[in-house]
């Protein structure tokens, strides 16, 4: 068995099964799914299979994505999560830049965002100094804002207590509807 860096957890040994003729490395890309080719029924299926492995980083990514109108850089992603968790909890808090690029590399592979190449920015150097360097640029894509318009839809019917949610959604408690709203 093999434990992999990011994941903290048993893999399978490589094999050469082929599913559907590509080999099997663990988890199929979904990169290239169109979701203008998609049913409703299938685009929410594949939204309800991308999301139920995703934690609290992962929504708050797609979100500090879905509030900008053009491709963000990695660093510009950090920045805005930082802001989020900081006025949620007004502590300063951190995101990992290693916990970012593992989320954004698994919202690609299904779908949820795309990589729209890259762009010069400024990023952190040395010493409290700053420097341009070429990185890669994300976008939400409309799988992805499906997804979190359903999540947004659940928490605020969950905080309203109209639904009993069980823990569909990692970091949903499960609630129980109270009296009337």
């Not at 980083?57 to 989020?84: C, D, F, K, M, T």
Request: glycine share 8%; aromatic share 4%.
């Amino acid at each position: 068995m093999i434990v992999t860096p990011y994941t903290h957890r048993r893999a399978a040994p490589f094999t050469l099964e082929k599913i559907k003729g590509k080999p099997y490395t663990g988890r199929m890309s979904k990169k290239n799914i169109d979701p203008a080719t998609l049913s409703d029924e299938d685009a929410r299926r594949h939204v309800a299979d991308a999301t139920r492995r995703m934690g609290d980083q992962s929504w708050l990514i797609l979100n500090a994505l879905s509030s900008s109108h053009e491709p963000l850089p990695g660093i510009a992603i950090i920045r805005r999560v930082e802001a989020y968790l900081s006025a949620a909890s007004g502590l300063p808090e951190t995101l990992d830049p290693s916990t970012l690029h593992y989320s954004l590399e698994r919202m690609e592979d299904d779908g949820l965002v795309r990589c729209e190449g890259e762009r010069e920015v400024q990023v952190p150097g040395p010493r409290g100094t700053t420097r341009r360097a070429m990185r890669a640029v994300y976008k939400i894509t409309g799988l992805g804002s499906l997804a979190l318009a359903q999540h947004d839809a659940l928490h605020e019917a969950a905080r309203r207590g109209r639904v009993v949610t069980h823990g569909f959604l990692p970091g949903v408690p499960a609630m129980r509807p109270t009296g009337g709203a």
